[in-house]
């Protein structure tokens, strides 16, 4: 099985920005932990702060992998285009959010993706991931 995991805009600074929000831990940890507890796993990793390369990326896994966890971040509030790829690949979308962002600030509460995805898991901190991984290789 192989799942891409795509991160948008700032998730590069996790562990340094927000932690009251974010946390502590840098992704890179994070996504070795991930790939221990599921080694039958192959997670390839990528993360940009620009909209077209996350779309590039969407289109180049969208039709080969077995599934994609985005977390869209900003573009999820903003990004039409992001969402049109989303509809226009054949591989299943799983949106994340580190935050539970029905606690946020309202422009927060709409996402443009989530409606193009599979299913959304928000709030759970970085476990959302996790739990994202364990819906596809179910």
Do not use: W
């Amino acid at each position: 099985m192989k799942i891409a995991i795509i991160n948008g805009p700032n998730l590069n600074l996790l562990g340094d920005r927000e932690p009251h929000i974010y946390g502590n831990t840098k992704f890179e940890i994070f996504l070795k932990e991930l790939k221990e507890e599921f080694s039958t796993v192959e997670l390839d990793y990528y993360q940009s702060n620009h909209e077209g390369d996350i779309i590039d990326k969407l289109q180049e896994c969208g039709f080969s992998y077995d599934g994609i966890i985005l977390n869209p971040a900003a573009y999820a509030h903003t990004s039409i285009a992001i969402a049109d790829t989303v509809r226009a690949i054949s591989t299943d979308v799983v949106e994340v959010h580190i935050s539970n962002v029905y606690q946020r600030e309202p422009f927060r509460q709409k996402s443009y993706v989530s409606a193009a995805a599979k299913g959304v898991i928000c709030g759970f901190g970085l476990d959302s991931y996790r739990l994202a991984i364990h819906f596809f290789v179910k």
